[in-house]
């Protein structure tokens, strides 16, 4: 029998400025009508299989920002303004943002909308009309299908095509606070009835290890190379931990289980952190299991079942993902049909189950929930509901959420070492040992000295807000984009929390924060 632990990854960086509650881009609003809610909605179909998600404390607590209106969000404000009354500089503003999504898979579905991707590469002039359909259509694009399919405003949206009038405009951007607010209430349903469990990560998704000590880059590849300073705050490692487990107890009303450490990133040295927090088990690369236990070729019989991390401080289970099928959802069932996919991905399952002459084995398949559907047709729904029938009708198959698997079959044997290293090549290139990613700890470094300077004189009020800016300058999307970042953006919004910081606790901003980083 194939226990199969399907955990589904959902995160957004933490893009809003602390101080004007302003977000630069929408991807947590978009994404949060996009995937978040269709994604655990689409089990009401399938009761017999079981998933995990785990949810990121920084992307819920922007989705609740959304919910309680506190957040401004200018493609938002822009999209709502009226057709007639945009400047030149809202026009260019949406001529450049307002096709930001999977030309092939979402915008050639909708033939207006496809005709001004065209009309925009020919730089032709747009007329109001023009204006007024794109508003409408970039943000009718970012709902899932079944939302275009089932509500009614959306489905009329959908229907007429072009030609859209302002009151239509409003109506359907109206939908989209109702969807961001029935979210969390979805997943707090699913968790009660056992269909679900939640996990979270790290609170503003940084990379632990490198924070307990950026030397720790070595330990996972020995020709890294490291900043000139080095970055070792054992502290933040243990705050970006139990922050996360209190706001996962505010937003859910119960204790976690499980935490995906932000990009798999594990070490022997965070291990006691986890413990401390209440964490019961944590998810890794299967790399990292190969290498913590010293084996140079693949072991299944070693990676379908969970481990344990049995410490003085306590003991930890962890499980490693099957990398092959989980990038094969993840990177390459989206160019197959839907249901040739699925067949192929049950098929190997239940090979599994035949290796291991019925043997009860757990397999985990552990990926991005959000990102990987754009580049499906039909945003990975056809895909989804033709795996979870197959799942539902398999004799050999049985989805699991962890927490009850675990408290089942707890892991027995002890690693005694656990190896350090990520998701991406069991190592932290992806963050760390390159110029521009060098850097950027560097300027994390001075910035986190000057609030060790200065948080004795700061009131409570501004040594909290200060720390929270410096946490969220500790995020692992900052360092993975640089060196590689294709307009920008995430530079801009790294320097953004940086300048916000040294704002914050009342010293000038460094002035190379105010331009591109460029190393040394």
């Known amino acids: 029998m194939i226990n199969l632990a399907l955990i589904y990854h959902m995160h957004q960086p933490y893009y809003k400025n602390l101080l004007t509650e302003e977000t630069p881009v929408p991807w947590v609003r978009l994404h ?14 399938y009761p017999e299989v079981k998933q995990i998600f785990n949810l990121v404390p920084s992307l819920v607590e922007q989705v609740q920002d959304y919910v309680r209106g ?17 400047t030149q500089e809202d026009k260019d503003f949406i001529r450049q943002n307002f096709f930001s999504i999977n030309k092939d898979r979402v915008i050639a579905i909708f033939p207006r909308y496809y005709d001004l991707y065209f009309k925009k590469m020919r730089n032709l002039e747009f007329t109001t009309q023009d204006y007024l359909d794109l508003q409408v259509l970039f943000n009718l694009s970012w709902f899932d299908p ?25 109506l359907m951007l109206d939908e989209q606070p109702k969807i961001l607010k029935q979210v969390i209430p979805a997943y707090k349903k699913y968790m009660e009835s056992g269909q679900v469990e939640v996990t979270l990560s790290p609170y503003y998704h940084p990379i632990l290890p ?75 690369d299967e790399a990292i299991l190969f290498r913590s236990l010293k084996k140079k070729k693949r072991d299944t019989r070693l990676l379908y079942r969970p481990h344990l991390l049995k410490r003085d ?18 990177f ?7 249901e040739d996919a699925a067949v192929n991905l049950v098929w190997h399952l239940e090979n599994i189950d035949k290796a291991f002459k019925g043997e009860e084995v757990l397999v985990t ?75 950027a700890w560097e300027w994390l470094v001075e910035a986190r000295r000057a609030f060790e300077e200065s948080r004795a004189k700061l009131p409570d009020r501004q040594r909290e807000l200060a720390f929270k800016q410096i946490c969220i300058a500790e995020g692992s999307d900052w360092f993975w984009w640089y060196g590689e970042d294709p307009d920008g ?32």
């Open 32 to 45: 949060g009508i996009k995937d978040y809610l269709d994604m655990v909605e689409i089990l009401k179909d």
């Open 332 to 338: 390459e069932y989206f160019k197959w049909k839907a």
């Open 70 to 86: 506190t957040v401004k969000d200018k493609f938002l404000d822009i999209s709502y303004k009226p057709a007639a009354e945009l």
């Open 365 to 439: 398949l552990a990926l991005d929930g959000e990102n990987a559907w754009e580049y499906y047709p039909n945003d990975g729904q056809d895909f989804l509901h033709a795996f979870y029938r197959k799942l539902s009708e398999s004799k050999t198959i049985k989805t699991v959420i962890l927490k009850d698997y675990l408290t089942r079959h707890p892991p027995k044997g002890n690693i005694k070492r656990l190896s350090a290293g990520s998701w991406i090549y069991g190592e932290f290139s992806k963050w760390i040992n390159n110029p521009y990613k060098n850097k």
């Open 489 to 520: 953006s995430f530079d801009a919004l790294y320097r953004m929390h940086l300048r916000n910081f040294y704002e914050i606790i009342g010293r000038p901003a460094p002035e190379y924060l105010h331009s591109p980083l460029i190393p040394d």
């Open 210 to 284: 490198l924070l307990f000590n950026t030397s720790i880059a070595r330990e996972a590849n020995k020709r890294s190379t490291l900043p000139r300073q080095q970055f070792k705050y054992p502290e933040d490692v243990r705050a970006q931990i139990g922050e996360a487990v209190k706001f996962f107890r505010g937003s859910f009303g119960m204790e976690p289980c499980g935490m995906w450490p932000s990009e798999e990133s594990v070490s022997e040295h965070i291990i006691p952190f986890w413990m401390e927090a209440g964490v019961k088990w944590i998810v890794a």
């Open 146 to 170: 079944s939302f275009r399919r089932d509500v009614p405003a959306l489905k009329y949206i959908v229907d007429k095509a072009r030609f859209f009038t302002e009151e239509e405009k409003k």
């Open 313 to 330: 401080e306590g003991e930890l289970a962890i499980v490693f993902r099957d990398r092959n099928l989980s990038d094969l959802i993840g």
